[in-house]
């Protein structure tokens, strides 16, 4: 098929990694690909799809709604865009999908989140997220992609969209990147966090959840990487306890052989209506990489399946406790039995294949959709 996506991701943000995974993907399926978004023609010349760089406003508030008009512009202008599929962003849908249907395109809506953002410019884009969404219970927009059962639940109740019209397509995990080392204990638990440092997903009760554990005997470190607003916070505070280690985004590689020294990945995100949602792509990699996972107890982090002893979710209100009692009870002989564990289960819910192969038969449905 002919597949244009447009995305407001860019190729360097750190939250790209599904939408590159997905990109690859239907690529290797042999499909056509236009990815169009904001990036530099360069960055897209090593990939096996075509690319088109649209002009975006950096005021913030403005990128999306930038974007959707020089992609409307694009289209209206140029002849040769007849593409069987397009699947849209939802910041770009309102805009866009209107136009794509013109043109003869099926259209897919793409949701990995809603407005995450605490702040009034967040709440301004709940308007554009509910637009995009009417967009799919009208029947202008053929499907609509979220990332969870939760995330589809959610779609429903709030926008009262069919259930039929709204799929989970959750984080996979590149099983051959991401892979376990030699899980030895020396009487030190490494404890690590990667992904978005940002206050409202709960990283700054880390260094905490770390002070809790020394001052009940249980020796730790934790290692915490990535960027956001919470950074220059938990670097003032990394600067006074040598057990914090603090680095800016690490590449694949360096990330899938960083997460091989720890023992436990950490989800800190809170019991909110956004993290609630979520299938973090961090979850998939920590338990490809074999650690244990410890976290905050929510739909968003629970897996399917019974209890598991290696997969420790806790109240917020008992956040540091639960730690305290978990980990005091763990052996080293649970905690190799707990990673070979989590490698099985990722094996067998987490690859990029098993995602890509339900997007392909959702893409095949829509196509053949009168």
């Known amino acids: 098929m002919n597949i244009a996506w447009f995305t407001v991701r860019k190729w360097s943000d750190f939250c790209s990694t599904t939408t590159k995974a997905l990109a690859e993907g239907?690529?290797?399926?042999?499909?056509n690909l236009t990815i169009i978004n904001s990036d530099p023609n360069e960055t897209h010349d090593s990939f096996d799809w075509n690319h088109v760089a649209l002009d975006q406003s950096k005021v913030p508030g403005r990128g999306g709604a930038?974007?959707?008009?020089?992609?409307?512009?694009?289209?209206?202008?140029?002849?040769?865009?007849?593409f069987d599929i397009a699947i849209i962003d939802w910041p770009l849908v309102s805009k866009l999908a209107p136009v794509a249907v013109k043109k003869g395109s099926k259209v897919i809506l793409m949701d990995r989140s809603p407005p995450a953002d605490v702040t009034l410019l967040g709440r301004m884009q709940w308007k554009v997220w509910r637009k995009a969404w009417d967009l799919v219970r009208n029947g202008t927009v053929q499907q609509g992609l979220v990332v969870s059962k939760a995330h589809q639940e959610f779609v429903m109740q709030k926008c009262n969209v069919d259930k039929q019209m709204i799929q989970p397509l959750p984080a996979g995990v590149d099983l051959q990147s991401f892979t376990p080392g030699e899980k030895e204990f020396d009487g030190v638990w490494k404890m690590v966090y990667h992904g978005r440092l940002d206050k409202h997903r709960g990283v700054l009760a880390l260094p905490m959840l770390l002070s809790k554990l020394r001052h009940q005997g249980i020796k730790a470190e934790l290692s915490l990487v990535g960027e956001g607003n919470a950074f220059s916070s938990l670097q003032r505070i990394a600067a006074h306890?040598?057990?914090?280690?603090?680095?800016?985004?690490l590449s694949k590689k360096a990330m899938a052989t960083h997460l091989q020294e720890q023992h436990i990945g950490l989800l800190p995100m809170p019991d909110t209506p956004v993290w609630s949602l979520a299938s973090p792509l961090k979850r998939s990699e920590y338990l490809a990489a074999g650690l244990l996972v410890y976290g905050v107890n929510h739909k968003g982090h629970k897996l399917d399946g019974t209890k598991k002893e290696w997969y420790c979710l806790s109240e917020m209100e008992t956040f540091h406790e639960t730690a305290i009692s978990w980990l005091t009870n763990m052996s080293?002989?649970?905690?190799?039995?707990?990673?070979?564990a989590a490698r099985k289960y990722a094996e067998s819910h987490c690859s990029w294949e098993k995602t890509i192969s339900h997007l392909e038969t959702i893409l095949q449905s829509v196509k053949l959709d009168a």
């Open 332 to 340: 080293e002989t649970e905690l190799k039995d707990g990673s070979q």
């Open 66 to 82: 930038s974007l959707a008009r020089n992609a409307v512009r694009w289209m209206v202008q140029t002849e040769e865009n007849a």
């Open 241 to 249: 306890d040598e057990l914090i280690t603090l680095s800016p985004p």
């Open 26 to 31: 239907l690529v290797s399926n042999h499909h």
